[in-house]
């Protein structure tokens, strides 16, 4: 199968940044860095040229400029406002757009989040403890895979107030209260536990993906880049680590 | 210096070493390892799948290259599905260092099961403003996206025929990397225009999505490349996630007895030292 040129270029591409980045596990050096510039670079260059086109060419210049929408140039004037902070005679001015985008920023924010995490989540942490069906009366399930369980629902109960107690320095936590705290940090400890686990998943993931890809270009349609390229990174690394031994560092 | 000593000072790069080879190996040997469905990938497929034919399917792909090994597999699945069900998709990024992922997501699923763009699925791009466009979109999506990512008016086409904003689209999901992501189409989407909605996102950010799920705010979420495994396999259509899968339980594994092991040799350690203390004393 023959691949297009830009196609096998990316996949040497793709494996040289990969394998670069990868080098740092062995210890800090001059590709790693190069590589980590220009994921940098090329990405922050992707976001200017993307958002200029996005916003100054397509909602700006052409709707101005073709449709004659001048009244954009209102918002136009108080974002250019941002820009006087660069000249410090006129940086006031950009108080003003700073006071809007804050203003606009809080009273869209705050009402909304106080309504989806704190009211809704004090909601769904004071559930009755007991349910009630119909025709079968006061019930209590114990199933510890069904969150909505009446079992959960005491332990999230148990959970909650005690790590509410532990944040609470106004007492003393001695006697019943050490109890109390204790089972809070026991159960921050879980859910420390729990976002560690995942992040050490995620992790493993991108490692997952990198090494995938690799194996994916040691095809021979793309030249076998993942071998080339290891072979140079390696020697890169040697010829480097002895030059470090030549010329130690001056202490 | 004791063997356990020597043990725990071992040269991390051992570890790493370790590491790279547990996740190698299986991808290159694959050993095919069972995928157990979790109720909350369940709920997303469930909803997708009852859904009539027709029906508007928002799909927010708010992430960037550097979260393509999770998300990528998940979006893949997600659209592999929508498609099937001959949903209209309305694809779209909060990010704008996505979009030509986005865009390249979309058009490859779209391409291989023979859908059009412009009548059986959209992709409106980016637009600046983050939380903003959700409340704009929730208004009128034509004045946030008034042309799709290829530069064609979105007024008229065919797949947004009765769309006027996010009360018209009957299910949304947003996969998601950071802020804005599922979150901000929770607070500023569904909570005010009253759609249903579920999540995506990578791993990291799962445990702090789950109160959100158990409150019923989102109606289901994929976690990470394990989440993109089990829709994978929900779909039949295995792909990268299931095939990573191995890898991850082999890395876990090896993970885990890393722990044990050095628990035992820390606490081996301090037994030696007891003894020589009590020796000397």
């Known amino acids: ?251 | 210096m004791s063997f356990a000593e020597r043990m725990l000072r071992i040269d991390r790069r051992i570890i790493f070493l370790v590491i790279g080879l547990c996740t190698l190996l299986p991808l290159l040997f694959p050993v095919g390892l069972p995928i157990k469905i979790s109720s909350e990938v369940r709920g997303v497929y469930d909803y997708i799948d009852k859904l009539p034919e027709g029906s508007v399917f928002l799909l927010s792909l708010d992430f960037d290259p550097a979260s393509k090994p999770e998300l990528y597999p998940q979006a893949i699945a997600i659209l592999r599905h929508a498609f099937r069900k001959n949903l209209r998709v309305v694809a779209m990024t909060l990010w704008v260092s996505g979009t030509g992922l986005a865009d390249q997501i979309i058009s490859q699923t779209a391409k291989e099961a023979g859908k059009e763009s412009g009548k059986d699925y959209v992709f409106l791009g980016w637009s600046p403003g983050g939380s903003a466009v959700i409340l704009n979109m929730g208004q009128d999506l034509y004045n946030t996206f008034p042309a799709d990512y290829g530069g064609k008016a979105t007024k008229g086409l065919p797949v947004l025929a009765g769309v006027q904003n996010l009360r018209d689209v009957a299910y949304a999901v947003t996969l998601a990397a950071g802020n804005p992501g599922v979150e901000a189409w929770y607070v500023f989407g569904k909570d005010k225009y009253k759609f249903e909605l579920g999540g995506g996102c990578t791993g990291v950010m799962a445990p702090g999505l789950y109160p959100l799920l158990r409150s019923g705010q989102i109606n289901g979420l994929i976690g990470g490349l394990r989440g993109a495994a089990e829709y994978e396999t929900l779909v039949g259509q295995k792909g990268k996630a299931v095939a990573g899968m191995d890898a991850q339980s082999a890395t876990h594994l090896a993970i885990i007895v890393l722990v044990a092991i050095c628990n035992v040799f820390y606490f081996a350690m301090l037994r030696q030292q007891r003894r020589h203390e009590r020796i000397g004393s």
């Open chain 1, 1 to 251: 199968m023959d691949l297009p040129f830009a196609t096998i270029l990316g996949a040497w591409v793709a494996t040289g940044l990969t394998l670069f980045i990868l080098s740092f596990l062995y210890e800090d050096n001059p590709v790693f860095k190069l590589a980590e510039h220009l994921y940098v670079g090329v990405s922050l260059g992707y976001t200017i040229v993307k958002t200029f086109d996005t916003v100054v060419m397509t909602l700006i210049v052409h709707p101005i400029l073709d449709k004659g929408q001048w009244s954009l140039l209102i918002p136009v004037g108080i974002g250019t406002l941002m820009l006087t902070r660069y000249v410090p005679k006129a940086a006031w001015l950009s108080r003003y757009a700073f006071a809007f985008i804050v203003g606009v920023g809080a009273g869209l924010a705050i009402p909304r989040t106080i309504s989806s995490f704190i009211l809704k989540q004090i909601e769904d942490t004071v559930r009755p403890l007991l349910s009630i069906a119909p025709g079968e009366g006061v019930t209590f399930t114990f199933s510890l895979l069904n969150p909505a369980s009446n079992l959960n629902g005491i332990i999230i109960l148990i959970g909650v107030v005690s790590v509410l107690f532990y944040f609470f320095f106004s007492v003393e936590h001695s006697g019943p209260g050490k109890l109390v705290a204790r089972a809070g940090i026991m159960f921050l400890m879980i859910s420390f536990g729990a976002a560690f686990g995942y992040t050490v998943m995620a992790r493993m993931s991108l490692l997952i993906g990198r090494l995938t890809d690799l194996i994916e270009f040691s095809d021979a349609s793309y030249g076998r880049p993942t071998l080339w390229l290891l072979l140079l990174t390696v020697a890169t690394l040697i010829v480097l680590s002895r030059r470090g031994n030549a010329h130690p560092p001056e202490r």
